[in-house]
């Protein structure tokens, strides 16, 4: 006797869909993986075929690439990896975004929180601050980078046009710690310090210093610097 045409039916749906499913979680997995091992042109394919098979943008870089920087993060603090590691996985997480940032914009995918970042003004050591826009991105934040040798009126100027829950800032030579005093002080003039919390970090600086010029946090590493600044947007938004 032949099946019936209704339960025919249904059985090639239920077949489409666990195959599907099947190459959903390989996509996400491929985006995992790649991060772990620090291979942007991996990650590229894999973001691609995430395009390709209408898989959310959001669920690529949270269950894929971010999922990847928490296991490289776990092995930097177990010394597993090294500075160069965190800087290949960084790199990495760059080339996926690059694919899906279009995509994540479309969907309107909701952030963890804002950042505005940069090093600043006489200083082009950027290699700290690059780790820790990969690993807030890679926590789901929404990170504008600035780049290097950035005044504080470009801090200032870019706060007010995309209105960040925190405007975070690095030094990495003694001669340069004045400037992340001079940013707070502009955030202040500019009314803007009400509104967004004001971090900071770099090699010459210290918690306690950070204390002493009014800033609202401090980390020592690109780990630490996605616990605080969760902890700032928490604040910031009263939750």
């Known amino acids: 006797m032949a099946p019936h045409p209704k339960k025919c039916i249904k059985d090639f749906l239920s077949t ?5 499913l099947m190459l959903k ?3 996400l997995e491929g985006l995992k993986k790649s991060v772990i ?11 691609k075929e995430a395009v390709k098979n209408k898989i ?3 669920e690529a870089v949270m269950d894929g690439m971010s999922a990847g920087m928490k296991v490289v993060g ?5 010394k597993e990896y090294y500075v160069s590691d ?7 997480m760059k080339a996926g975004l690059e694919i899906l940032e279009p995509a994540l914009k479309a969907e309107k995918a909701k952030s963890v929180g804002r950042v505005v970042i940069g090093v600043v003004e006489g200083d082009v050591h950027d290699i700290g601050k690059n780790l820790v826009v990969a690993m807030l991105r ?4 929404e990170v504008h980078d600035l780049g290097i040798d950035v005044a504080a009126d470009k801090f200032v100027k870019t706060a007010k046009e995309v209105k960040p829950d925190i405007v975070a800032a690095s030094a990495y030579t003694s001669t340069s710690m004045p400037h992340l005093r001079n940013i707070l002080t502009e955030l202040k003039k500019s009314g803007l310090k009400d509104t967004v919390a004001y971090m900071i970090g770099g090699a010459p600086t210290t918690e306690d210093w950070a204390v002493s ?27």
């Open 25 to 27: 979680e390989e996509i």
């Open 86 to 92: 965190l800087i290949m996985a960084g790199e990495a």
């Open 16 to 20: 489409i869909l666990i195959l599907s």
């Open 138 to 141: 890679g926590a789901g934040f």
């Open 74 to 78: 776990e092995k930097f603090e177990n």
């Open 213 to 239: 010029i009014g800033a609202d946090g401090w980390a020592g590493d690109a780990l630490e610097a996605v616990s605080v600044a969760s902890e700032l947007v928490k604040k910031m938004r009263g939750s």
């Open 37 to 47: 091992e620090g291979n942007p042109e991996a990650t590229k394919k894999y973001a």
């Open 56 to 58: 959310s943008a959001y």
